[in-house]
C-alpha cells in the first residue's frame, strides 16, 4: 500500500525559506513522477513541482520557478520541496502525489496523495 507523508510546513514570514518532505513507502518508485501541489483557501489545488524518480527530471509552475527546486532521496524514499524567498501568496496546504509514467501537472492524473502540510507566509 502506497503511503505519503508530508511533512515541514509552518508558519513563516515573507522573504524566509521552508523545506517540505514527502516520505514515500509501500512500494517502488523508480518508475514514478512525484509532485507538490498547493490548495489556497477557495481556490482550486494547483500544481507546483514535480520529479521523475529515475532520472531527476523536474518541472516547475511559472509562479514559483527559480524559488522552489524539488528533489529525491532514493536512500531514504523522500522527495524535498525547498522553498526560498516565500511570499504570502504561496500560503496554502502543500500534498505530495505520486503517478506512475512522466510528469502530469493536472492533479486528477496522480494515483497517491498524502494528507498535506500548512505553509503560511505572514507579510
Known amino acids: 500500500q502506497v503511503q505519503l507523508v508530508e511533512s515541514g510546513g509552518g508558519l513563516v514570514q515573507t522573504g524566509d525559506s521552508l523545506r517540505l518532505s514527502c516520505a514515500a513507502s509501500?512500494?517502488?518508485?523508480?518508475?514514478?513522477?512525484m509532485g507538490w501541489f498547493r490548495q489556497a483557501p477557495g481556490k482550486e489545488r494547483e500544481f507546483v513541482a514535480a520529479i521523475i524518480w529515475s532520472s531527476g527530471s523536474t518541472y516547475y509552475a511559472a509562479s514559483v520557478k527559480g524559488r522552489f527546486t524539488i528533489s529525491r532521496e532514493n536512500v531514504r524514499n523522500t522527495v524535498w520541496l525547498q522553498m526560498n524567498s516565500l511570499k504570502p501568496e504561496d500560503t496554502a496546504v502543500y500534498y505530495c502525489?505520486?503517478?506512475?509514467?512522466?510528469?502530469?501537472?493536472?492533479?486528477?492524473?496522480?494515483?497517491?496523495w498524502g494528507q498535506g502540510t500548512q505553509v503560511t507566509v505572514s507579510s
Open positions: 502525489a505520486a503517478r506512475a509514467g512522466n510528469i502530469r501537472t493536472r492533479d486528477r492524473e496522480y494515483a497517491y
Open positions: 509501500g512500494r517502488t518508485f523508480s518508475s514514478y513522477a
